[in-house]
């Protein structure tokens, strides 16, 4: 079965700060999809970035970017210049073969100003 | 842009009570799913649907759950007899989802805040 593992329960950091947000996956599938999710307090799930497998260019959206390791099943997620409103709930989430979306525990990231 | 949709925002229930989730996936999506969150934990799969039928389910989601897209628009959660551990956020999520696995992104609406007193 597969699992997802994100190591920091909480992280806080200056505002304008770049800071990384660690997430491992276990698979014994090749082909599949790495996500991350951003819930701010509201409760939405909104979708930060996404990731195929199959790509070895990390994705990067904007201020967001992810470091894609798939060797060592890693896909962390680097946010630069960060703002008051990135303070949320960050999900990393995993999609394979049978469509569901497995997610991590979450790591709650404070940007302080 | 097209969003999920999903009422009411906060249900309250008594336990032992049935409940009815609602959602409007977003009109060209052919995918459905019911993700659940209890209060400080993470986003749970419950449910996937295609096609009219369910496609897979979790352990989670055993006799007390069903899931019906009645009209073609809606798509709705029903819990038959509500415990007090149903209590959490409920979201649902479309996706085109042409091709397992996809790279086409679950849409998830806001949820919906199910307590059961």
């Known amino acids: 079965a597969q699992t997802v593992t994100q190591s920091q329960p909480e992280m806080s950091v200056q505002e304008a700060e770049t800071v990384t947000l660690s997430c491992t996956y276990d698979?014994?599938?090749?082909?599949?999809?790495l996500f991350w999710y951003k819930q701010p307090p509201s409760r939405q799930m909104i979708l930060v970035i996404r990731?195929?497998?199959?790509?070895?260019q990390n994705a990067t959206e904007n201020r967001f970017s992810v470091n894609f390791q798939k060797a060592a099943k890693s896909f962390s997620l680097k946010i630069s210049d960060s703002q008051l409103g990135d303070t949320a709930m960050y999900f990393c989430?995993?999609?394979?073969?049978?469509?569901?979306?497995?997610f991590g525990k979450g790591t709650r990231l404070h940007i302080l100003p | 842009e097209p969003e999920v949709t999903q009422t009411p925002s906060h249900q309250v229930t008594q336990m032992g009570q049935e409940v009815i989730l609602r959602c409007v996936p977003i009109?060209?999506?052919?995918?459905f799913y019911w993700y659940r969150q209890i209060l400080g934990q993470k986003v749970e799969f419950l449910v996937s649907?295609?096609?009219?039928?369910?496609?897979?389910k979790s352990e989670i989601f055993d006799d007390q759950f069903s899931v019906e897209r009645p009209d073609g628009s809606n798509f709705t959660l029903k819990i038959r007899s509500t415990k007090l551990e149903d209590s959490a956020m409920y979201f649902c999520a479309s996706s085109e989802a042409l091709v397992l696995p996809s790279n086409q992104p679950q849409h998830f609406g806001d949820g919906t805040r199910l307590s059961i007193l």
């Open positions: 009109s060209n999506h052919l995918y």
């Open positions: 649907f295609y096609n009219n039928e369910i496609s897979e």
């Open positions: 990731q195929e497998a199959y790509k070895q």
């Open positions: 989430a995993f999609r394979g073969g049978d469509d569901k979306i497995i």
């Open positions: 698979t014994s599938e090749n082909n599949y999809y």
